[in-house]
Every structure is written in C-alpha cells, then in structure tokens.
C-alpha cells in the first residue's frame, strides 16, 4: 500500500490541476464564476460518489495509480504550451481534457476510506491554482508531481526497465516542456484577443502586443490593431515612394516615429539618400524593433543600416531646435485619439516643421482614415495648409486596419501638380511588393464625401478638435 502522505499529495496536486483546468476553459467563454462553479460541482460529486460507493471499488493497483500519475503530470507540464501553439481556442479543449483525468485521479484514491481531509486538500490545491496563476502554477504542479512521481517509484510492480523507462519519460516531458514554456507568460494578455499572443511588451507610452496566426503577425499598440505582416506594405509602400515621385534629390530624409521600421526599409530602397534621422516617439518600442526578430525580420533590420541615426530627444524640442533641413519627412505618429497625441497635429506642431523642409522637399503625414473619421482626416488637411504647405489627400485600403489616408506636402508644389507627378505613368526605380504607377494614380483619387469637409477647424493647441472629430467617427464599422 502507498504511504497515506502520497494519498494527500494526489488530492492537493488535483485540486491545483482542477483550477488550471478552469483557467483554460475560461479563456474561451471568459465566465470564471460559472466555470469554477460548476468545476467545484462536479468535484462534489465524485466526492460523494466517493463516500457512497468507495468501500465497493476495487483499490487501485500499483501500475494502475502510478499510469494515472503519470497521465496527470503530462497534462500538468504540457497542455497549456502544446495547445497554445496551435491555436489559443484549443486551450478550451486542453481545460476538457485535463478535467477528464482528474475524475480519473480522484476515482484513484478511492483505496482508503472517505475523509473530510480529501475534499479538504483538493479545495486547498484549488485555491493555491487560482490565487498562483497559470505561470507560477506551472512551476509547483512541476515539483509536486516529481515528488508525488517519486513515492511511487518503489512500486513492487515497477521492474528496472520501468523505472528506466519513467525516467527516461520524465527526462522527455522536461525537455518538451522547456521547448514549449516561454507562450504561458503571455497567458494573461490572450483573453483579449483572437490569435495566439506571442509577443507582448510595455513601451514608453503603449502597450505592445503581437498575435501570430500561421506564418503571419498582427501588432497591436494600446488593444488597437496598426499593423499586420499580411499587408503593412500596402500602407508604407505608398507612403514613401509617392515622396520619392513627386520629389527630387532626396538624399536627406526625417522620419518622425515609424518605429516599427518599415517605412525607415521602403526609404533605403533608394540609394541617392545618404541619411536618415529617426526622431522616435516612442523610445522603448524603437528599442524593440531594432532587436526583437519579429520586427527586424518584417523591417529588413533597417535601423542597422549605416545611413540611419536614431534620435532619441523629445519631438517638440529637437524641432524647436531648428537648424537642420530636410529634403523629406515622414510621419507616422499614433492616431490623435487623446490630447496628448492631438498636439502632434496641429497648427504649431506643422508650423515648426515648416523650415526644416527644403523648399523643393516633400512632407508626407499620415492622417488617420478619410472613411472611419472623414471629419478628422480633412481637419488635418486644413491645418495643414493654415501651416504653409500645399497637401494632396492620399487613401489606400489596407486589407486588415480598412481605409487609411495620408496628406503628400510641398511648399512649393500646387495640389493638382503633385497630383500629375503621381498621375504620370513610369517604373519606378526600386523595387515593391504593391506600388506601381498605376497604384500612384489610384490612391490620390477620391469620390464625393458625404460630410462638410469645407467648413472644418483648424487643430490647434489651444482648440485641439481633430482629437474630438476623431473619437466622432465611425470606428463601429471596421
């Protein structure tokens, strides 16, 4: 017979298991109260069934309890990450499936008589699972199983080869399991989201998190999708080379943000620039994807390049420094969805960026969506313009973020001759995934809106309502 502290053990490790079990199925239908509930019921009912018919069951073998051990541990170290791999919903499957061993585990120890310490010990594990988490959990349940393992090793009916055979089990599930560990961290984060979490970071000002399905990824800034791997060219494509259309010796280029270093990867395509100055808005998110290979990877390690230099002063004051010109910017800041963010476009904002541009260079900014918040996007236009620029609106449908827009800008260059450089038919000089000529007199072409465009302020700090228009789209829609 196995010494009693092994029968408690069991109890206590199931009850832990019992909560991991709820965790995974909770993810699915995010419902903890119903789901530990009728968890804690079911146990109830093995529990009585225990008391009721427990002196008629036949006690458990050796080879038997030990099998169900083992199945326990396998489920305790690998269920999580193995099924998180494949897809986050078959953690609802992972929470079915360890629940099913555990009326095993429990049906296990009916071979002493009932105990109000068994039901005890499994509510005490339960507990400990749901106050530990997931990720902690995983590291006790491993102890307590290679502990629990290691009572019934002296098994009589373990010969030597199935003990060298346990062993060499208990050898692969560990090296299976820190092959597959490092996914339950971001255990906390899926919830939110329909893909598995891969990735997930706090920058200086967002929250960072990448979801993988198959071979591609979505990036997520704050909850909000900016970004997939899928077709984050059909929005950088455009946005650089209609500069590089519509502009002439550009050998000197400003980006200002763009961390993730796409739009930095489409401006080395052209060999006439000799440097590129990354004004970062977000330090810690530029810091990740100069290192972090699911963005250097996407980026073409772009911020390795020898014609770029990272700038890692505040935006406001390195412009207001002045002093340095610039045959192109590119911006690509977050959305004016907060004062905060609104200030970067304004009046004043585009007003101090005005003497760093060449008078034959080209500004392009991006503008938010000219179809999710029409009122925000020609808002910028107008203060654009109120700044001294001439603009030519720009839109292209990204197929996972929906409709998006840009503003192309010239201090000496009308709207309708920026709109014929790009209209004009010819190859371009490098080579994209997406843009051609074609695409260039596409995407300066707009239908009629169906808003008052005409009458719209001008954003200033002072009366910041491109922020306001903004939350007033028809986000609803995407």
């Known amino acids: 017979m196995y010494p009693s502290w092994l029968s408690y053990i069991s109890f206590f490790l199931t009850g832990a298991i019992a909560a991991s079990g709820a965790s995974l199925l909770i993810y699915f239908n995010r419902q903890p109260v119903l789901h530990h509930a009728v968890i804690l019921l079911v146990a109830g009912v093995v529990f009585m069934g225990k008391y ?24 305790a170290w690998l269920m999580p990450q193995f099924l998180y791999q494949i897809r986050p919903w078959t953690y609802y499957l992972g929470g079915f499936a360890i629940w099913g061993v555990l009326l095993s585990m429990l049906a ?19 507990i400990m699972g749901i106050l530990l988490g997931i990720e902690v959990l995983q590291y006790v349940l491993m102890v307590l199983s290679v502990v629990l393992a290691a009572g019934y090793l002296p098994a009589p009916a373990m010969g030597k080869w199935q003990k060298t055979a ?5 050898l692969l599930m560990g090296v299976v399991w820190w092959q597959f560990r490092q996914p339950i961290v971001l255990f906390t984060e899926q919830p939110k989201y329909e893909d598995k979490v891969i990735f997930s970071a706090d920058t200086q000002h967002q929250k960072l998190v990448v979801t993988q399905w198959k071979q591609d990824h979505w990036f997520f800034l704050d909850g909000l999708k900016v970004l997939s791997s899928i077709d984050e060219f059909m929005y950088y494509e455009p946005m650089v080379h209609v500069a590089f259309q519509a502009g002439s010796e550009i050998r000197n280029v400003l980006v200002i943000g763009a961390e993730n270093g796409c739009l930095l990867r489409e401006v080395l395509k052209y060999e006439e620039v000799e440097k590129i100055d990354v004004l970062s808005y977000d330090t810690l998110l530029c810091n990740i994807a100069t290192r972090q290979p699911l963005f250097t990877e996407m980026n073409d390690r772009a911020y390795s390049h020898e014609k770029t230099t990272i700038i890692r002063e505040d935006i406001i004051g390195y412009l207001s420094r002045g ?6 910017v590119f911006i690509d800041l977050p959305d004016p969805r907060s004062v905060e963010t609104n200030q970067y476009y304004t009046l004043e904002f585009y007003k ?12 392009v ?13 020609y808002s910028i236009g107008h203060t654009l313009e109120n700044a001294g620029f001439h603009t030519l609106p720009l839109h292209n449908q990204i197929l996972t973020i929906g409709e998006w827009g840009w503003f192309i800008c010239s ?17 371009l000089a490098v080579s994209t995934r997406w843009y051609n000529d074609e695409a260039g007199r596409l995407i300066a072409s707009f239908g009629k809106t169906w808003t008052d465009t005409l009458h719209l ?10 922020y306001k228009y903004y939350l007033q789209g028809s986000w609803d829609l995407r």
Not at 323 to 328: L, P, S, T, V
Not at 366 to 374: E, L, N, R
Request: hydrophobic share 40%; no cysteine; glycine share 6%.
């Open 411 to 427: 201090k000496n260059l009308s709207p309708e001759i920026l709109k014929e450089k790009l209209m004009k038919s010819h190859e």
């Open 166 to 170: 346990f062993f060499s089990w208990m």
């Open 108 to 126: 296990a120890n009916v071979y002493k008589d009932f105990s109000p310490r068994d039901p005890g010990l499994f509510i005490a594990g339960y």
């Open 323 to 328: 002093g340095k010109q610039y045959d192109a």
């Open 365 to 377: 900014t991006q503008a938010g969506s000219p179809y999710f918040a029409t009122k925000a996007f």
């Open 352 to 363: 101090l960026l005005h003497p760093l541009l060449r008078e034959n260079g080209i500004m």
């Open 457 to 466: 302020q001008v954003n200033a700090i002072s009366r910041p309502v491109v």
């Open 52 to 75: 009721l018919f427990g002196k008629r069951l036949p006690r458990p073998t050796p080879r038997g309890l030990t099998l169900a051990v083992l199945t326990l541990i396998t489920l």
